[in-house]
C-alpha cells in the first residue's frame, strides 16, 4: 500500500541539519531523518508520532526494524497505534543537538529545538516554490517575484479592469474594447477601441466619428429640451 506523501513540517528533521553525525536512536524507523515528536514502540523502535501514526493507520503492522535487525518477535514487534508511547527522554536529548541551516548562504547555527522554534520554514535562504510557475526561489524574493516578476502572475488590464494572465495581457491589448486609440478623422486621443472601430461599417458616416455623433446628440437633445420647455411655458 502507497503512503499517503509526508508533510515535511511533520515528518522527521532532515538529517543534514544535524551539526554532529547521526546516532541512529536519534532517527525515525519510518522517514529515516531526526526524530520529530519521537515515540517508543513496544519493540523499542522509535518513529516521529505523525511517521507512527501514519504507518499504523490501517491497522497493526510488523516492524521492519524488528525485521531487518532479526529480533523480530511477536507480539511486541507488531506496531500497534494504542501501544506506543512518547519518548520524552529522546525528545530532550534530540532537542538539545547542535543544528545548522541548510539553506546555501544561510549561517544560521543553534540546536535542534531553536531550529523547530526560529528558523525551520522561516530562513530567507530558503528556495520555496512559486505555485503559479513551479519555479523555486528565495523565500525573501517570493514577494518581489509573485508581484512583478512571476511569468503566470495575474494583472488587471488598466483598461477593462479584467484579469488576465501576464503573458496574455499584451494580445489582450490588441482587442481590449477599452484599449485607448487615436479617432482618425479629428485626430482626438484616447478614445476606447469600441467607439474607434464602431466607425467601421458605418460608410459615409464614418467621416463623423462616433464620439463626435454623441456630441451631435447631445446638442439636439439641449435644443429639443429648449422647444419643450418653450412650449410648456406658453401653455401655462
Ligand atoms: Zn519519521
Ligand atoms: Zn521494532
Ligand atoms: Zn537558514
Ligand atoms: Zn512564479
Ligand atoms: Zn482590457
Ligand atoms: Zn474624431
Known amino acids: 500500500m502507497a503512503l499517503p506523501s509526508l508533510d515535511s513540517s511533520l515528518q522527521g528533521i532532515p538529517k543534514s541539519v ?23 514502540a513496544q519493540c523499542g523502535h522509535r518513529f516521529c508520532v505523525h511517521c507512527f501514526k501514519l504507518l499504523t493507520s490501517s491497522g497493526p503492522k510488523p516492524c521492519e ?12 514487534s507488531i506496531l500497534n ?23 546555501g548562504g544561510c549561517s544560521w547555527t543553534g540546536c535542534i529545538k531553536e531550529y523547530e522554534a526560529q528558523h525551520e520554514g522561516k530562513c530567507e535562504y530558503e528556495r520555496v516554490l512559486c505555485e503559479a510557475c513551479q519555479v523555486f526561489i528565495l523565500r525573501s524574493e517570493k514577494e518581489r517575484h509573485s508581484e512583478r516578476e512571476c511569468e503566470e502572475r495575474t494583472l488587471n488590464c488598466k483598461y477593462c479592469k479584467v484579469s488576465f494572465n501576464f503573458k496574455q495581457i499584451k494580445a489582450h491589448d490588441e482587442i481590449c474594447q477599452k484599449f485607448p486609440m487615436q479617432c482618425k478623422d479629428c485626430g482626438k486621443k484616447k478614445i476606447p477601441r469600441e467607439k474607434v472601430c464602431a ?38
Do not use: W
Not at 462616433?210 to 411655458?233: A, R
Open 81 to 103: 497505534s494504542n501501544e506506543a508511547f512518547p519518548d520524552n527522554a529522546a525528545g530532550r536529548e534530540i532537542a538539545s543537538l547542535p543544528a545548522k541551516c541548510i539553506n
Open 65 to 76: 526494524a524488528c525485521q531487518q535487525e532479526e529480533i523480530y518477535e511477536e507480539p511486541q
Open 199 to 236: 466607425l467601421l461599417g458605418m460608410g459615409d458616416m464614418a467621416k463623423i466619428s462616433y464620439h463626435g455623433i454623441f456630441q451631435i446628440y447631445d446638442y439636439f437633445m439641449v435644443f429639443y429640451v429648449k422647444i419643450i420647455n418653450k412650449m410648456i411655458n406658453k401653455k401655462f
Open 18 to 40: 544535524l551539526a554532529v553525525s547521526m546516532e541512529t536512536k536519534y532517527q525515525c524507523q519510518q522517514c529515516h531523518q531526526v526524530l520529530r515528536k519521537p515515540v517508543q
